[in-house]
């Protein structure tokens, strides 16, 4: 009886909660990925069987996480993973300094227990990701590609994170390294050294390969000790300079 | 001229980020507390500016994020914090039992970490908010209120995040907990006992009080991993009867 209660209490949805699980598994089992169009607010309400309104509400959650966008006169398009069950909130404010030193802090509690557990549990395909991320940075860097290289600097880190095998810490640490990329970004292209950032990556990477997990964490812990030291150095050259 | 581009590129802003910022604003500097009505969509149209569907737009990002709801009829609350970084996707389907374990592994990652800082820094009044939550919680179980005990026990949990004095941190364990208090609800109303989860939250207290970082740290583990024991024998029990 009392079992009876509570599970009822835990899947108790409203229509609004319906409707955004029933989008959410149309893109998935529609097969439509990141940047396909998805049919019109009018085609999705009739397949619902609710009015267009409605099902605007529920297809605006979506929009709000990141998972949809809709683009003026042209439609409404898959933008983000509708499975993220973290996020960073999309309607945030600009960070101050201390935030981005409290993200930095929060990356080093977790990736090098991350990097520890990715050396030990990573597949073959997980660790081809992750050199294939390494080698498009390199590109990048050879070419000059600034505005290339962060993304794919902060998607080497979330990669690491998903080989871990928890996908709760691994959407947290992403949302963390979401917030940072615009600052990493600037950081990135005045003050750090694009080759000396590369180079550990691939450390990091070779421990990942021999399965080294002490040096797996160690190298994470080093690396991200170093970001710090640069962001902070820079955050006091800034203040200063005011 | 190098540091001016990353600028520019750094403070870049849609007229949607502004109006989202602006709202932001007129919550926090109007003194709006949760649970307080703001002026009606077509006022704060006419305070932006903006045409009223424009706000509206930027109102349902805010929306989307938890900060303030839509009631029909009544007009628009204020329902949560507007600062917030990391939260729960608010379109997030229901968690699976691998989920539920990856919460639970997540926070034993990162409390006890905050449980030591908040023992070394936690200031006066933060000692006395933890204390006043376990005085409400013992209350809620002497009177067999199991609605109220949950989120006084999370509550419990994020003001200690919080004494350890890293917003992003605290965020994301906060975002991490709220996926996971449905689930915590159900299991802690079937089978935990909450006079055994209330004094080991008594014995985090006193460490913290006392200001004993180890023993805060080790308790706060000892203690969630006797939520993951209970948790997972429940999960496994679940399994083998279905």
Known sequence: MKEGKGRARLTRRTLLDELTAGLVALIE???????????????????????????????????????????????????GDSRRLVIANPARTELGDQTTLDVLDTRLLIEPELARRAAERATHEQLAAIGGLLDEARQAIEAADEQSLTPLNMRFHVAIA????????????????????????????????????????RDIYDALVRKDATAAHDLMRRHLEGVLAVVSATLRREKERD
């Open 162 to 201: 998903r080989a871990a095998g928890n996908q709760v810490l691994t959407e947290a640490l992403q949302s963390v390294v979401e917030l940072y990329e615009p600052q990493q970004s600037v950081i990135g292209q005045i003050y750090a050294d694009p080759w000396r950032d590369h180079n550990e990556h």
């Open 29 to 79: 089992e529609g097969g439509y990925q990141i940047g396909d169009r998805l049919p019109s607010m009018s085609a999705l309400a009739a397949h619902f069987g609710v009015a267009t309104p409605t099902l605007r509400e529920a297809a605006r959650r979506l929009e709000a996480a990141g998972t949809i966008t809709f683009r003026h006169g042209s439609g409404i398009f898959v933008t």
